[in-house]
């Protein structure tokens, strides 16, 4: 599967942003997708993930009650909406997939789409 994350930008602090990863291939509905972000000189930190039937949903505890992930199988999509956004929050954004792991763990998912750079001014 590849993956294309697109919606970031340059956002004031309390501010929303609809991040969204459009994917391709047939196959979609059964990936398990996850939000990823990272900053220059940190490692790539869990954001928000959701199973492949969209049941389940989890997120960091510094974005829970603030960020929302859902997807849409038919469209081949999954979203990240992001709102209260904090000067922390800024990084380059990037959505993954793998077929068997859900978890927070960055290393373990298969496929990743390039990133896309959320940028909060304070």
């Known amino acids: 599967v590849q993956l294309q994350a697109s919606g970031g930008g340059l956002v004031q602090a309390g501010g929303s942003l609809r991040l969204s990863c459009a994917a391709s291939?047939?196959?979609?509905?059964?990936?398990?997708m996850g939000w990823f972000r990272q900053v220059p000189g940190k490692e790539r930190e869990f954001v928000a993930g959701?199973?492949?039937?969209?049941?389940?949903?989890y997120y960091a505890d510094s974005v829970k009650d603030r960020f929302s992930i859902s997807r849409d199988n038919a469209k081949n999509t999954v979203y990240l909406q992001m709102n209260s956004l904090k000067p922390e929050d800024a990084a380059v954004y990037y959505c993954?997939?793998?077929?068997?792991?859900?978890?927070?763990?960055?290393?373990?998912?298969?496929?990743w789409g390039r990133g896309t750079l959320v940028t909060v001014s304070s």
């Open positions: 959701i199973r492949w039937s969209g049941g389940r949903t």
């Open positions: 291939g047939r196959t979609f509905s059964s990936y398990h």
């Open positions: 993954a997939a793998d077929q068997y792991y859900s978890g927070r763990n960055y290393p373990d998912y298969d496929y």
